[in-house]
């Protein structure tokens, strides 16, 4: 079975950074395109990153263009997102996603389309 688990999640101060990690199982990442998203409490999913497979083709929302960088280990089979300067509008679920051919556009993040979904993981931005 194909299983995506988020970590890295929790509670930071305003201006502080964390690192989210997205390990994959039952697929090798090598040939998915990969997006993080996130939701808060009373509003809409929203795509936050993705990254293509082979090129390494990357997007990013515009909140969080110059703060966020997305990156692959092929060998750990494992995506991350780098979140700098956090704000408490970051504030949300996130959930890594998987989708094959492996596509990364501005387009992709709005479609959401993608095939397999991980739990999530909270990030809490607050002082």
């Known amino acids: 079975q194909v299983q995506l688990v988020e970590s890295g999640g929790g509670l930071v101060q305003p201006g502080g950074s964390l690192r989210l990690s997205c390990a994959a199982s039952?697929?090798?990442?090598?040939?998915?395109?990969i997006g993080w998203f996130r939701q808060a409490p009373g509003k809409e999913r929203e795509g936050v990153s993705c990254?293509?497979?082979?090129?390494?083709?990357?997007a990013y929302v515009d909140s969080v263009k110059g703060r966020f960088t997305i990156s692959r280990d092929n060998t750990k089979n494992t995506v991350y997102l780098q979140m700098n300067s956090l704000k408490p509008e970051d504030t949300a679920v996130y959930y890594c996603?998987?989708?094959?051919?492996?596509?990364?556009?501005?387009?992709?993040?709005?479609?959401?389309?993608?095939?397999?979904w991980g739990q999530g993981t909270q990030v809490t931005v607050s002082s």
């Open positions: 039952g697929v090798t990442l090598d040939y998915y395109g």
């Open positions: 996603a998987a989708v094959t051919p492996s596509y990364c556009s501005t387009y992709t993040l709005r479609m959401g389309r993608y095939d397999y």
């Open positions: 990254i293509s497979s082979n090129v390494g083709s990357t």
